[in-house]
């Protein structure tokens, strides 16, 4: 079993400041960790995942995050935020093996407010 | 390409009446995953299909609740007699296989009165 702490309900930053989204995790199995986005009225939409290899995974609109498995920790970064960046964001994990390893579990989101 | 559409967008109903709600897929997936957020809560598994099959339901409550996704038409969760517990925002996701990448639509939210 696997679960998902977002250490922040909401976040809010002024524009052009940078950000951290924070996540940790629990899993007893190894894990593929995912963030995802939703803007208002949309669905979700994967920004960026950890699959294997380099700990620093890169994504969409700028965002980054880090693999930290000693720390059990998936934090979000974007160094300089737009007004646009304004939405939820969702940590997520699933198993990367065994035969259930196609369900995400998601923590319950930060809000981001980016202010002028 | 039209992602994963899900109709109605809000839907209201009062306790004891049935909820239908409808997914259609991204051309090309046959799988289809069923998420609910409560309030307050991250989204939590429900029900994972494919064409006309049931592959893991083990996220849906034992009552009133199912699901299906035929071989024509959209996937559809019905909640029968509803309540107030029901109230929440119901997502569905679509994929070409079990292991590849989900496109979330934008949700339906239900509220019970």
């Known amino acids: 079993a696997q679960s998902v702490t977002q250490l922040d309900s909401q976040v809010p930053v002024f524009e052009e400041a940078p950000v951290e989204l924070r996540c940790n995790y629990s899993?007893?199995?190894?894990?593929?960790l995912f963030w995802y986005v939703q803007y208002p009225n949309q669905g979700l939409q994967l920004l960026l995942k950890?699959?294997?290899?380099?700990?620093l995974v890169k994504g969409i609109n700028g965002f980054e995050a880090e693999f930290n498995k000693s720390q059990t920790s998936f934090h979000l970064r974007k160094p300089s935020v737009h007004i646009s960046d304004t939405a939820e964001y969702f940590c997520?994990?699933?198993?990367?093996?065994?035969?259930?390893?196609?369900?995400?579990?998601f923590g319950k989101g930060t809000l981001l407010t980016v202010n002028p | 390409n039209a992602g994963v559409m899900q109709n109605p967008r809000h839907l209201v109903r009062r306790r004891g009446q049935e909820a239908r709600l409808r997914c259609s897929p991204m051309?090309?997936?046959?799988?289809v995953y069923w998420y609910r957020q409560l309030p307050e809560e991250g989204l939590k598994f429900m029900v994972y299909?494919?064409?006309?099959?049931?592959?893991?339901e083990s996220g849906m409550p034992k009552e009133r609740f199912s699901a299906e996704f035929p071989k024509e038409g959209p996937s559809i969760l019905r909640i029968q007699q509803v309540v107030r517990g029901d109230s929440a925002a119901y997502f569905c996701?679509?994929?070409?296989?079990?292991?590849?990448?989900?496109?979330f639509g934008s949700g339906t939210q239900l509220s019970v009165l």
């Open positions: 996701a679509s994929s070409t296989g079990p292991n590849e990448k989900l496109f």
């Open positions: 899993s007893s199995v190894s894990v593929y």
């Open positions: 950890y699959l294997s290899g380099s700990t």
């Open positions: 997520a994990v699933r198993s990367n093996s065994g035969g259930s390893n196609y369900k995400l579990t």
């Open positions: 051309k090309g997936h046959s799988h």
């Open positions: 299909l494919q064409k006309e099959n049931i592959i893991d």
